[in-house]
């Protein structure tokens, strides 16, 4: 069982009665950017062509991709993106393999692939999470997880799953709001999920790209 002080307890109590007297949580609008293609990726795809299609999405949070959480586990504040995070994150996949040498198609579904081999990214979570985590600190966690399926002549061929995190510590100021009820900024959601994705990238495109080749794909 977690114990809080009284004075914490008051502070949980202010937060809590700011955000019902605004009458709903405030969210945050985050804008997602491409993140830096992975360094030292072998070109194993030259020459080669391949077709990546619409990501399907399967986060629990759809709508969400992180949130401010108070003292009791409760969301406080979510955060919403302005673009569609499996296509951000299909979007660094193009990048990556491009950067291993392949000439990278886009196609609606599997069945629309205009090269042998296509490729079906499904994203599991792109998440992050902020919360006191001290008298004058919080923190973020940020997690991302995918699943990628090859397939050719409409058999799968390959399929890899790939996660990446990222941990940050922030001053309790760096919230910019005195009241808490908005709590991180856009720009702290965005950077947390992005080193999140770089992390994930940095061991995913050399190995998916090795692993395509060795398919001949």
């Known amino acids: 069982m977690r114990l809080i002080s009284p004075a914490r307890s008051t ?9 019902f007297a605004s009458g709903c949580a405030q969210s945050r609008e985050v804008q997602l950017n491409p993140p830096a293609a992975p360094l030292g990726v072998a070109n194993v795809g030259a020459g080669r062509s391949i077709t990546i ?3 399907l999405d399967a986060r629990p ?3 969400a991709i992180g949130a401010w959480f108070g003292d009791m586990g409760q ?4 955060a919403r993106p302005r673009n569609d995070p499996a296509v951000w994150i299909a979007d660094a996949f193009v990048s990556g393999l491009e950067n291993a040498g392949y000439r990278v ?3 609606e579904t599997a069945e629309q692939t205009v090269t042998p081999v296509v490729l079906v990214i499904t994203v599991n979570e792109a998440y992050t999470k902020f919360y006191l ?3 004058s600190t919080f923190s973020g966690q940020a997690r991302v ?3 990628i399926e090859a397939f050719r002549g409409g058999s799968r061929i390959l399929k890899r799953s790939y996660s990446g995190a990222s941990s940050k510590d922030y001053a309790l100021s760096e919230a910019r709001n005195p009241t808490f009820a ?3 900024s856009a720009d702290q959601y965005k950077q947390s999920l992005q080193d999140a994705m770089q992390n994930m990238l940095e061991k995913a495109i050399s190995n998916l790209a090795s692993a395509l080749a060795e398919k001949g794909a």
């Open 53 to 55: 299609a619409r990501p």
């Open 182 to 184: 908005t709590g991180p």
């Open 75 to 78: 969301v406080v504040a979510a």
């Open 61 to 63: 949070n759809a709508g």
């Open 133 to 135: 985590s001290g008298w």
């Open 145 to 147: 997880v995918v699943q």
């Open 105 to 107: 198609y886009r196609s």
């Open 11 to 19: 502070l949980v109590l202010v937060v809590t009665a700011v955000v």
